[in-house]
């Protein structure tokens, strides 16, 4: 979510990340910077802001995304967003679009 809000203020803004890399046979600790995509996308009014958790988070009944009325309004709705998260507001809703990846099956011969 901050590296949202940092992407709404800055739109070049880049993740760093740390990757291990072979050189010469040996392994290096490299810095790259990533590319982010935005949770939001441009409506007719404004933005319409959306968390995805293997599923979407229902804010209230059938509603998944947040109208935000413009991008320098969205730094502070995803403030709001991460001040619910951090009192445990939309943990229920959180809960409900975790998708939990599926055991695989093996099948024996026999």
């Known amino acids: 979510m901050e590296e949202q809000k940092s992407l709404a203020k800055d739109a070049n803004f880049k993740r760093t990340v740390k990757r ?7 392994n290096k600790l490299v ?8 949770w939001w996308k441009a409506t007719s009014t404004g933005y319409a802001f959306a968390i995805r958790m293997g599923k979407f988070v229902e804010f209230e009944k059938g509603k998944t995304a947040i109208a935000v009325p413009s991008l320098d309004k969205m730094p502070a709705v995803i403030d709001t967003l991460i001040t619910a998260i951090r009192t445990g507001e ?21």
């Not at 939309?90 to 099956?105: C, E, F, G, M, T």
């Open 31 to 38: 810095e790259k910077q990533m590319k982010l995509l935005p």
């Open 20 to 26: 291990r890399v072979k050189e010469g046979g040996e």
């Open 90 to 110: 939309l943990d229920s809703q959180l809960a409900a679009a975790s998708v939990r990846p599926q055991k695989k099956v093996t099948r024996q011969k026999g």
